[in-house]
């Protein structure tokens, strides 16, 4: 996580758990795509990262960090981590674990773990959407007690991501955003449907400026755009046609709000995840 003026979250987070507890073994899990840092590095005993794309294992991991913890608090196991950052930027989406180049990468960290001494191998995949200093693939590797051995593993598990990494690829269909217009449109002559396209209020005028949109017999669903002055303006007038501007408001260097008349359908408020209204 980034804070503004802060920078990395984490770290700052577990440096304090550290001053607080110095002496009190701190372990953690962490996300798949997490951007390593020395400050996370020098004030924690142990990290384990999600080794699932969507990240299914949550839980797994929350108990593969505790078992590091117990094993160090109660049966003297003395942790010692490796970490190696590997110059390697990819998008979050092209590391599913269901598809290779994942699947090889993830089965030699469950190789690396088992063997004698080892206590947990990660690839952290980092999160270049983030765009900062930290921003790269780490290979993380706690050894119980020899930090050579965790060391030797990292070189050995990097030294593979970096074999493999022209291979990392997007699992869905990605194109630019005419042709992408031109492929849905063909696939809407041809009867496939539902097509779900993900992109930004940009997008969005594309598809309003397209004369082919006029003509289709079903409606376009365009969701999740973020606007909380927008919606407001929307309060009390479900049923009335309003000219609104909405779009843009957290992305502002790749995208730019658009201005159209539409009818309000509906606003809710109080939303939970309760579904009260
Ligand atoms: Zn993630």
Redesign the pocket.
Same mark, same amino acid.
């Given at each position: 996580m980034r804070v503004k003026k802060q920078g990395e979250a984490e770290g700052y987070f577990i440096e304090e758990l550290r001053s607080i507890f110095p002496d009190i073994p701190i372990f953690s899990s962490l996300? &798949?795509?997490t951007s390593m840092t020395s400050r996370m590095h020098s004030n924690c005993d142990g990290f384990v990262g999600?080794k699932c794309?969507p990240?299914t294992d949550c839980f797994e991991t929350g108990e593969h960090a505790a078992k590091m913890t117990i094993n160090t608090l109660e049966n003297n196991a003395n942790a010692k981590s490796a970490w190696v950052r590997v110059p390697i930027l990819i998008a979050?989406e092209q590391s599913s674990t269901s598809v290779e180049t994942m699947i090889e990468l993830i089965r030699a960290l469950r190789e690396c773990e088992r063997k004698e001494g080892l206590m947990a191998a990660s690839y952290l &995949?980092g999160?270049s959407w983030a765009d900062n200093e930290d921003g790269s693939i780490a290979v993380y590797v706690v050894a119980d007690g020899d930090l050579e051995l965790a060391q030797k593993e990292a070189v050995k598990l990097a030294e593979l991501i970096w074999a493999k990494k022209d291979n990392f690829s997007f699992q869905t269909e990605t194109y630019h955003e005419k042709e992408a217009l031109d492929v849905v449109f063909e696939a809407v002559k041809e009867g496939e449907l539902p097509i779900y396209i993900s992109d930004s209020t940009d997008f969005l005028k594309l598809i309003m400026s397209d004369n082919r949109t006029d003509t289709l017999r079903k409606p376009i669903i365009y969701g999740g755009i973020y606007d909380p002055i927008a919606t407001k303006q929307c309060e009390g007038r479900v049923g009335e046609v309003i000219t609104l501007t909405f779009g843009a408001k957290f992305d502002t260097a790749t995208s730019s709000p658009i201005t159209t008349t539409g009818i309000v359908k509906a606003y809710i408020k109080n939303w939970s995840r309760k579904g009260k209204i």
């Open positions: 996300d &798949m795509h999600y794309a990240h979050g &995949m999160f």
